[in-house]
């Protein structure tokens, strides 16, 4: 769902980005490395650069996505983790269309799958995810996904029991003059489940909507389309970690709902 300091991009452009298999389980994949850099960060030092690492594949059984970050705090420290800390994600799906072999449509969905997620940062901050997931066809849009997770928190929040969570990831790319815009991005939606507000200095409700806006630039300069992107990325956040935006804890923290824009430059591989 979250990255300790900065967002999560969901699959982002590399799904089109994959290239086939001819033989083997594996049928495509894409790699990246992204640049960003951005101010008024909440909770965490407001300055923050952020390198990551995306895998995004396709397999015989489903696909997977998996990122991880290494965050600079540009010389601040930060309480417990001084000047730099890590997350990732890694998120299999199977799907149930090319494990049954038979074709899945209903409306919009095109393919039901059981979805996962295991996010990992530092010290105890870890959570495991699992839900159904769906494949939709969406006019003009290059992929949507939509999944439904149970999430279970075993980190330093100490929200003491399960929450939901539903995220919706995107991709679009719109053609401008002799290239093209993509935008992409996620939104994760965790609601409250019975006994997660038993703590009042969190709480298992918070959104966090995550889209970037990023020009082509390698196919304008003729270095090859969806190559080289540069762009800015959008991160609104509310009680940022689960944490109460004007509870007990933000009295050390400060707010935390977080409203921030970064710039970014993506390199896919």
């Given at each position: 769902?979250?990255?300790?300091?900065?967002?999560?991009?969901?699959?982002?452009?590399?799904?089109?980005?994959?290239?086939?298999?001819a033989d083997g389980p594996l049928?495509?994949?894409?790699?990246?490395?992204?640049?960003?850099?951005?101010?008024?960060?909440?909770?965490?030092?407001?300055?923050?650069?952020?390198?990551?690492?995306?895998?995004?594949?396709?397999?015989?059984?489903?696909?997977?996505?998996?990122?991880?970050?290494?965050?600079?705090?540009?010389?601040?420290?930060?309480?417990?983790?001084?000047?730099?800390?890590?997350?990732?994600?890694?998120?299999?799906?199977?799907?149930?269309?090319?494990?049954?072999?038979?074709?899945?449509?209903?409306?919009?969905?095109?393919?039901?799958?059981?979805?996962?997620?295991?996010?990992?940062?530092?010290?105890?901050?870890?959570?495991?995810?699992?839900?159904?997931?769906?494949?939709?066809?969406?006019?003009?849009?290059?992929?949507?996904?939509?999944?439904?997770?149970?999430?279970?928190?075993?980190?330093?929040?100490?929200?003491?029991?399960?929450?939901?969570?539903?995220?919706?990831?995107?991709?679009?790319?719109?053609?401008?003059?002799?290239?093209?815009?993509?935008?992409?991005?996620?939104?994760?939606?965790?609601?409250?489940?019975?006994?997660?507000?038993?703590?009042?200095?969190?709480?298992?409700?918070?959104?966090?909507?995550?889209?970037?806006?990023?020009?082509?630039?390698?196919?304008?300069?003729?270095?090859?389309?969806?190559?080289?992107?540069?762009?800015?990325?959008?991160?609104?956040?509310?009680?940022?970690?689960?944490?109460?935006?004007?509870?007990?804890?933000?009295?050390?923290?400060?707010?935390?709902?977080?409203?921030?824009?970064s710039v970014i430059a993506k390199?896919?591989?």
């Open positions: 769902m979250k990255r300790t300091l900065t967002s999560l991009i969901v699959a982002g452009g590399l799904l089109a980005a994959g290239q086939a298999m049928l495509w994949q894409g790699n990246s490395l992204t640049y960003l850099n951005g101010h008024d960060y909440k909770v965490n030092p407001g300055i923050q650069q952020t390198v990551t690492f995306e895998h995004a594949s396709g397999w015989t059984w489903g696909d997977m996505f998996m990122f991880v970050d290494w965050i600079n705090y540009n010389g601040e420290a930060d309480s417990g983790q001084g000047n730099s800390t890590y997350y990732g994600e890694f998120s299999p799906r199977l799907s149930y269309s090319k494990l049954s072999g038979n074709t899945f449509s209903f409306g919009p969905v095109t393919d039901v799958l059981l979805a996962a997620t295991y996010e990992r940062g530092e010290d105890r901050n870890r959570n495991y995810l699992l839900g159904p997931g769906f494949d939709l066809a969406i006019p003009g849009f290059d992929y949507f996904q939509l999944n439904f997770y149970y999430r279970k928190p075993d980190g330093i929040t100490g929200v003491p029991s399960g929450q939901w969570q539903i995220t919706p990831a995107w991709s679009y790319t719109l053609p401008v003059g002799d290239s093209d815009v993509l935008i992409d991005g996620f939104i994760d939606w965790v609601v409250n489940s019975k006994g997660s507000e038993s703590k009042g200095d969190y709480v298992s409700k918070n959104l966090h909507i995550n889209p970037q806006i990023k020009y082509d630039l390698g196919k304008a300069l003729n270095m090859g389309e969806k190559k080289v992107y540069v762009g800015i990325e959008y991160d609104y956040w509310s009680n940022k970690y689960g944490i109460r935006d004007g509870g007990p804890v933000s009295e050390f923290v400060g707010k935390t709902d977080q409203n921030t824009f390199v896919n591989f």
